[in-house]
């Protein structure tokens, strides 16, 4: 059974930080890339962070570059995403994700609302 549980989520300032956590289970998490994704009110859903499993290369979406940080700790599987300089716009509920063999696999997401 595959399992994404994501935890961290909260209501921020404009230029504050959160950590979000990903806890795995039930797949080998060493050997599967590992992805962040964000969902707005009134939007799809959004590729924010991605990390490999081999040499753990990560992308970013552009709007992220520069202030998040997506990061594996293959001890306590868990995939972090560190989220500074957060603004307005990345109010959101963010996903963990993985995609293992032929499916894709989501957790239940985690509310980030950034607001003074």
């Known amino acids: 059974q595959v399992q994404l549980v994501e935890s961290g989520g909260g209501l921020v300032q404009p230029g504050g930080s959160l950590r979000l956590s990903c806890a795995a289970s039930g797949f080998s998490f060493s050997s599967n890339a590992m992805s962040w994704y964000r969902q707005a009110p009134g939007k799809g859903r959004e590729l924010v962070a991605a990390?490999?499993?081999?040499?753990?290369?990560?992308n970013y979406a552009d709007s992220v570059k520069g202030r998040f940080t997506i990061s594996r700790d293959t001890v306590k599987n868990t995939v972090y995403l560190q989220m500074n300089s957060l603004k307005p716009e990345d109010t959101a509920v963010y996903y963990c994700n993985v995609v293992r063999y032929y499916s894709s696999y989501w957790g239940q997401g985690t509310q980030v609302t950034v607001s003074s």
């Open positions: 990390i490999s499993s081999t040499a753990g290369g990560t």
